[in-house]
């Protein structure tokens, strides 16, 4: 007797939402938001909204092409293996095809509404993602997050451009901040989680040089990382306020990157310490770039010499 297939129920939107990463979005939302609303000159609050869509559901497509090439690594980490794909619940010819309609949709929006620079660095963003870094440089070197940094950095400065139309000084400061502080950040994570990608054969920097050189390298990007930060003010980009945050800031950032690179892990660690980083590298570039906005705020409305 022949027993009837069961076929697996389709995708509800919840997988296909939880495809766009949507806590990574959050950050490339805002990161966007404020270097649009930090950048000199105008746009119309329609436009503005249009730019930012483009932002986030570029960035969404670009995590959905992502977890469709990784979806077997995904399946063998403790942390991914609950998403749509490892987890069964969605065929991985609808997260790429999702991924490709999000990505190009993005980037045709972005050019007749924004313009074509806007609309050449998201879409460059987006290969850089999901190319670059997802199928090149990740499986290959222990330098993946460093290079591929560079894929979250980007929104800051479509932001910008999205107002401005073109590039300058100020918004490659941005992009250099988000892509000094995308290393002390993901490598805070990657020394806590590292068996997971021990066990998929990732070449992460704690698996491959393992944690002392990892955490020498926090330091080091933690030490670079702060001059940068202030930099916007010391061009005259920004105001005192911005600048006296981002010193405050980078120097609380580097207190605890210190605590991390200079300590001795021992087996059964907690790793608290790398938690706090971690913890605290996301709340810094939220604070940071908040400020970006106060600073501009304070200027327009002649609260700065």
Request: proline share 7%.
């Amino acid at each position: 007797m022949k027993h009837a297939t069961t076929l697996p129920l389709p995708a509800d939107w919840r997988d296909f939402f939880a495809l766009t990463k949507p806590r990574v979005m959050t950050l490339v939302i805002f990161t966007g938001l404020c270097g649009m609303l930090a950048a000199p000159g105008t746009i119309h609050p329609v436009l503005a909204f249009t730019a930012i869509l483009c932002i986030a559901v570029g960035a969404g497509g670009s995590a959905a092409l992502n977890q469709w090439w990784e979806a077997d690594l995904d399946r063998g980490m403790k942390r991914t293996r609950n998403r749509p794909l490892p987890a069964g619940r969605m065929d991985r010819e609808s997260a790429r095809d999702f991924g490709f309609a999000l990505a190009g949709a993005s980037v045709m929006v972005m050019g007749v509404a924004i313009g074509w620079l806007a609309a050449a660095i998201l879409a460059f963003s987006i290969f850089y993602y999901a190319w670059i870094y997802t199928v090149w440089l990740k499986p290959r070197t222990p330098q993946n997050i460093v290079i591929g940094g560079g894929a979250g950095a980007f929104p800051p400065l479509i932001g910008w451009v999205a107002v401005t139309g073109h590039i300058t000084l100020m918004p490659v400061l941005l992009f250099l901040i988000i892509f000094f502080w995308t290393p002390p950040h993901f490598w805070a994570l990657a020394l806590y989680v590292q068996t997971d990608y021990a066990k998929v054969g990732i070449p992460m920097m704690p698996v491959v040089a393992g944690e002392r050189s990892t955490r020498r390298q926090i330091l080091i990007y933690a030490v670079l990382l702060l001059p940068l930060a202030v930099a916007p003010a010391l061009i005259g980009g920004t105001g005192r306020i911005y600048g006296l945050s981002a010193l405050v800031l980078s120097l609380a950032f580097l207190a605890l990157a210190v605590r991390v690179g200079l300590r001795q892990s021992v087996p059964g660690d907690t790793m608290k310490p790398e938690k706090r980083l971690f913890a605290f590298s996301i709340l810094y570039l939220f604070a940071l770039f908040a400020m970006l906005v106060v600073d501009r705020f304070a200027t327009l409305q002649g609260w700065q010499a």
